[in-house]
Each structure stands twice: as C-alpha cells, then as structure tokens.
C-alpha cells in the first residue's frame, strides 16, 4: 500500500515552504529576476504557456517536481500510453490516447492490439461523413442530410458541441449542427422545431446506451421522424454511437449504421473517437485528423519531456500548488475567443468528473483535497460579470487566460483590443494597485481630500492574484486538439497525485437511482421512505401539476 501522498518528504517540504513563501510578492519576483518570464515560459510548437504569474520560485517547482517523483509519475504516463489497466475501480484501460496515435505503434490491452479497430472505426468515420457531405448518404426522400441533430449528454454531448462551436470556420457552410442533451422537452423542440426531417440526420451518441436522458430524447426524434416520413426512413436518418449494440439493436437502430468505440474510452475522454462523429461531420474528416494531430503532439510531448519543461505536469502541479497549499478551491478558465466560450463547460466535466472524488486508490477516505471547482467564460464577457471577485474579492481565483494571436474575424481592430484585454487582465491581477497609487490617480483627477479619503480603499487592489497565459497562433482543429489534451493530462497527472481514480464516476449514479425511486411517485403511487423534506416537495409538485 502507498504512502499517502500528504505524508510524504516532498508534500511536507511544500508545507513549511508554504509557510515561508505565502507572503512573497510576484511583483517582487519580477523585479528581482529580470529573466522570470523568460524562465517560466514553455512552448510547444505554436503553443506557449507562459506560467510566471505564478505565487512560485524555483524551490517551490523543485519542490512540486519531488511529487512527482513520489508518486512515480513517469512510470504512470508510461503505464496509461500502454493500456495498462489503471482504471482500477472498473478495472479498464485508459487509452483516449490510442484514438490519436497517429505513429499507429501497437498499444495491448489483453494482449491485443487495439489499434487496428480503432483505424477501422476511423476509417468509417471517414468514409459516411465524405458520403453525408458530399450528398452520396441521402435522407429517405432522396434529400441531401445537410442538418446533424447529436443526441447525448455529459461526455457524449460536451466534447462534439465544444469542438464544432470551436471550430466553427472550419464547419461546412451548408449544414448545421445541433445539439439535444437535456432531458428538458424544451431541449428537443427548440431544436426541431427549426428542422426539415427530409435533410435531418440523428446520431444518438451514448457509450452505455442506457442514459434515460439520450433515450427519451432519441425516441422523442425518432418519433417526429416517424411521423413526418414513415418508419423506414428511420434506417436513413438514424446511426448511433455507443460500446452497446445489444442496446443499439433493442432501440431499433440498426447495428450497420452503429458506430463502436471500447471500454477503454471514457466519456468525458471521448471526442476523438466516433463520438466526435458530429466534429467530422461538419468540419470534414481532414480537419478531424488534424485535431488528432495536434492532440498527438501533446501526448508526445507529455509522455517523452522532462517534467520541469512538460506543460499539462507543469500546470497539474500549479494546481496543487494552490489546492493542497494555499487551500484555493476554484479554477477559472478564460478563453480570449468567441469561439472557444464553451471550451470552460467541457472542462467541468473533464477535471470535476475525474478527480472529484474522496476515496483514494486505497480505499480509504482522502484527508487532503481533491479536484477544483472550475468555471470560467469567453474573455471580454466575464470581465464584465465575476472578474469583480477575481480582482478584489476574499478568496483567490487562479485563471488560465487562452490566448490566440490572431483570429479568423480580423474585423477592424477587435481582435487586438481582445488581445489588449486578454493581456491586461493578467497584468493587473498580479500587480493590482497600492493605495498610494490609488490616491496618486485621484488627486490627478481633482478629487477633494474627502473624495480621497472616501475612496482609496475602494480603489486599492492587492494584486500578488495569480494567472497562466496560455497563447496559441490561432485557433485551429490541430491547437484545439492540442489544448484538450494537454488539459485531460493535467487532470491525469493530478489524479496520480491525489492517487485517485480519474476515470470512474460513481458519484454521478445515486441521484440517477433516486429519481428512478421518484418518476413513479411523480405519476401517482404515494411518497415512500424519504425524508420529510423530500416527500413534501413531491407532494407539492403533484399538487401544483394537478
Ligand atoms: O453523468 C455520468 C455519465 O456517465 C458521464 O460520465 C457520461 O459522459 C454521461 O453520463 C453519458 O453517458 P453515456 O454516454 O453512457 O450515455
């Protein structure tokens, strides 16, 4: 059994370094080491973190990098890129990496070699998604299916819908995509309500093929569909993807138009597989393998560079830097791109799925914490909504800022007043402003000595409020592929700390099982063994519906 991970000489060295440097000032760092940016910058082709507003100096990366040696970091990554079984809980392999192993080297998991299936789907992927664009795969009536309808939830949904809106440019200009999740009905009729069945295809993407959410809403579709065309339209407008063909078949989904992917693929880790059918779909499949691409280069990267230059270890570290040292709960992801405003939702299900959780590998409860409440929202937005507590709240938010240099509007001069902000924002958080300066500004705007001594500690920013910029050339499928994966590295590497399970989540089941206790209840039997507080409230909802 392992040590656990708060016992051990490097976590303890993080202690009392804490203690010593808590009050040190990023300011101060700077000014005494003119080469800090410089010296807490990495690169990967054309993407750079630049990590240097950052509450660190070099003893506490020397220090944050002994973790990793304590947990036996290198001998982990090697470990998932081989297909060893690290899902322990279910005892599966982890191999979202193997979808983008574009070396096409074999990976095992029991003693077979994955990769050749995982071509295979890629090579279906490709060839329906050239026969829907290019109107050779037509609806029933002979229409061209120019309108795709993703019906899924959680990782099923978030990866697909993150990426199109990304990648937006790049989307065919005669289609549209839409996305049905929720099992709110508005979710299904607010999408077909706008749709042509004749040009509409469905794909219903669950990796279980049980979701109660995916299937209401994909019966609900079929049923419009069935309505409008016939049943034997069904078999034109309908595929599915899921591990599940039994399911697939009992749905009424022909298994021909089923797409697979393995157990050995999370949800939440899911998009490069036929999950991203939609991704490929709109963006065509040479966009698609470029996303795989760049996805690849990260996982070179993470696998083979040294830890103090590797990024996703880098920023797994800074975030337990602040979790476990500084007791920082909360992670805001700040993307400087229209496009890009859903990429902080999808990153909620990636790192909260993954490493909320407070049994360790050991079974035995976690007396450290784990995970991060991460938020976020498209940069200039939420400057205008929560950056107030960013910027002069109690509590300390750590920020990645993403960052791409140029964008594909370079409408009049938008993208540099983004770029200006985007840059600002991190400026300001780490030197925020003394009172003096405060004071300074007021009096050189005339204010009276009143106004002055009114408002100068309202005006005063304490700064020393850290950030990571994290700058791209541009937004492509090949820099998304690469952000995703250096993001589900860093959460991989963060879980290999905590020594949790990043790729169950059995916390997501007991309310599933509850409301299954409840639909009933809903629909007439009477309240049994719930808490008085929940029986009432069914209780009040019958009443109000009646
Ligand atoms: O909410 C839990 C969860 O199992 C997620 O992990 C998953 O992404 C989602 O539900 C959807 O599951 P499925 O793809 O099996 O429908």
Avoid at 2 to 18: C, Q, R
Avoid at 195 to 203: A, C, Q, R, S
Avoid at 321 to 340: E, R, S
Wanted: charged share 20%; aromatic share 10%.
């Amino acid at each position: 059994m392992n040590k656990s991970i708060n016992k051990s000489t490097a976590w303890k060295k993080l202690a009392s370094h804490y203690r010593w440097h808590k009050n040190e000032q990023m300011k101060d760092l700077f000014a005494k080491d003119p080469k800090r940016a410089e010296k807490y910058t990495l690169q990967l082709e054309d993407l750079y973190l630049d990590y240097s507003k950052n509450r660190i100096d070099s003893k506490t990366i020397r220090y944050l990098l002994k973790l990793t040696q304590e947990v036996n970091l290198k001998q982990k990554i090697e470990a998932m890129f081989s297909g060893a079984k690290i899902n322990q809980t279910e005892n599966r392999a982890v191999l979202h990496t193997a979808l983008r192993n574009r070396q096409n080297t074999p990976v095992f998991v029991d003693g077979k070699n994955v990769m050749p299936e995982i071509n295979h789907v890629l090579l279906r992927i490709k060839s329906f998604s050239e026969a829907v664009r290019f109107g050779k795969f037509k609806g029933a009536t002979g229409k061209k299916l120019t309108n795709i309808v993703n019906i899924g939830i959680g990782g099923s949904d978030l990866g697909p819908f993150m990426a199109v809106t990304a990648l937006k440019e790049y989307c065919s200009k005669d289609m549209t995509c839409h996305f049905i999740s929720n099992i709110d009905g508005s979710a299904c009729d607010d999408v077909l309500s706008k749709l042509d069945p004749e040009k509409t295809l469905f794909i219903v993407v669950s990796k279980t093929f049980t979701t109660i959410e995916t299937l209401t809403n994909a019966k609900t579709c079929r049923q419009w569909l069935v309505d409008a065309l016939g049943e034997d339209a069904v078999a034109k407008h309908f595929v599915a993807v899921s591990t599940n063909a039994e399911e697939v078949a009992k749905f009424g989904i022909n298994t021909d138009n089923m797409f697979e992917f393995w157990d050995f693929v999370g949800g939440r880790y899911s998009m490069w597989s036929a999950v991203g059918l939609s991704i490929a779909l709109m963006i065509g499949m040479e966009n698609f393998e470029k996303m795989l691409d760049g996805a690849n280069a990260m996982d070179i990267h993470f696998r083979n560079t040294d830890f103090k230059e590797n990024i996703p270890v880098i920023l797994a570290l800074l975030g337990v830097w602040y979790n476990n040292f500084f007791g920082i709960k909360t992670h805001a992801v700040i993307p400087y791109d229209q496009d890009l405003r859903f990429l902080p939702k999808y990153l909620q299900q990636l790192d909260m799925e993954s490493n909320g959780k407070s049994v360790d590998l050991n079974k035995k409860f976690i007396k450290y914490s784990t995970g991060q409440v991460i938020f976020g929202g498209a940069g200039t937005d939420v400057q205008h909504s929560f950056f107030q507590l960013i910027h002069q709240g109690t509590q300390i938010v750590p920020i990645d800022f993403i960052v791409p240099a140029i964008s594909h509007n370079e409408i009049g001069n938008h993208h540099e007043i983004l770029l200006a902000n985007a840059l600002a924002q991190g400026e300001a958080l780490m030197t925020g402003k003394t009172t003096k300066q405060a004071v300074a500004e007021l009096t050189k705007a005339g204010k009276s000595k009143e106004e002055i001594s009114q408002l100068k500690a309202y005006k005063t920013f304490q700064g020393n409020r850290p950030s990571n910029t994290i700058v791209i050339k541009q937004l492509t499928p090949y820099t998304l592929g690469m952000l995703v994966a250096m993001y589900e590295h860093k959460v991989f590497v963060q879980g290999i700390i905590w020594n949790i399970d990043s790729f169950d989540q059995m916390g997501v089941e007991l309310g599933k099982k509850l409301a299954l206790n409840i639909l009933p209840e809903l629909k007439g039997s009477s309240p049994v063994s719930h808490d008085s507080s929940t029986t009432n409230l069914i209780n009040l909802v019958k009443s109000l519906r009646k």
